[in-house]
């Protein structure tokens, strides 16, 4: 099935699940006219271009209001690519809307990624969809009551998020430069176990994590449990 060239078309249903209406990108998507596809089963001409479509769209599916992915390819091999559907159902008629789209997250996982490339709307909405979990991402961090960070081998940090600034307003731009400032920063009765524990699981090819303690200041008299958990 190719992808389709509109971003958007509606289609009409008698209750039988017949086609009473559609926009005129829907009949060119298919390659059929307005009148050719009047009073045809949806449902039998959609499972005509692709058999698994058939199970995803059950019979009596425009008695139900739902949405789903309907992927492009038909084969054991997952899609990125396919048409998104709502169904939205009354006595009288249904109505369709469809849409392009990429797999839901979970499929996508799993999908073969070399038809992005061929389609510049998949392209443009991979993009959007990684701005948008950027953007969830950025809020998480910016809320978060503690630090995010990524740390190098030398205890330096190559990512550190704004909370930094909160505990140590006036030397958190040091952190990414002088590793030795960070362990400074660490009680001094859990800089041994601090480096035991890097000791120990540096060599593991799996994330490991342990609670140190950390003075802030400007008393040095509160501390606070940092979790740290690496993969290397």
Not at 175 to 194: A, M
């Amino acid at each position: 099935m190719k992808s389709p060239n509109f971003e958007n078309c509606q289609i009409w249903l008698c209750p039988k699940g017949n086609i009473l209406n559609c926009s005129e990108s829907f009949s060119s998507w298919v390659g059929r006219s307005t009148q050719e596809l009047l009073m045809q089963s949806f449902r039998t001409l959609m499972t005509s271009f692709n058999r698994s479509w058939g199970v995803l769209l059950k019979k009596g599916f425009q008695r139900e209001n739902f949405e789903c992915f309907l992927p492009f390819n038909d084969n054991d091999s997952s899609s990125s690519l396919g048409v998104h559907l709502t169904c939205l159902s009354s006595p009288d008629y249904t109505i369709l809307s469809l849409s392009p789209a990429l797999a839901p997250h979970e499929d996508l996982k799993k999908a073969f990624m070399g038809d992005l490339m061929n389609d510049p709307r998949a392209l443009a909405n991979t993009l959007i969809r990684l701005q948008k979990a950027e953007s969830r991402l950025s809020d998480y961090i910016s809320n978060f009551p503690g630090i995010f960070f990524t740390q190098r081998i030398d205890l330096t940090f190559s990512y550190l998020s704004r909370g930094i600034q909160k505990l140590f307003p006036k030397e958190y731009r040091e952190f990414s430069r002088n590793g030795g400032l960070f362990v400074s920063k660490i009680f001094e009765q859990d800089r041994e176990h601090f480096h035991h524990m890097l000791s120990t699981n540096s060599k593991k090819a799996e994330t490991f994590s342990f609670s140190y303690r950390v003075e802030l200041p400007p008393s040095g008299s509160l501390f606070i449990y940092w979790m740290y958990a690496h993969r290397y």
